[in-house]
């Protein structure tokens, strides 16, 4: 085995990584817009969801 043939691997590994880390980071990128953008959307309603506690899953008000 070379020198060179050493160092591809290690480059291999570092691109997948970089490819895998870059996957993760696009999902919780995409999860925050969501909660953000549904919230943004459910404050433009005449009545806010969580302006009082008269839903039949709270249970401390």
């Known amino acids: 085995m070379t ?3 050493k160092h591809t691997h290690t480059q291999t590994g570092i691109g997948l ?3 895998i880390l870059t996957i993760l980071t696009s999902i919780s990128y995409n999860v925050i817009m969501g909660w953000a ?3 943004m959307f459910a404050s433009w309603q005449k ?3 969580w302006y009082s506690c ?3 899953y709270n249970t401390i008000c």
Do not use: C, D, I, K
């Open 3 to 5: 020198h060179t043939h």
């Open 17 to 19: 990584g970089m490819v």
């Open 37 to 39: 953008f549904y919230y």
């Open 47 to 49: 009545v806010l969801p």
């Open 54 to 56: 008269a839903n039949g």
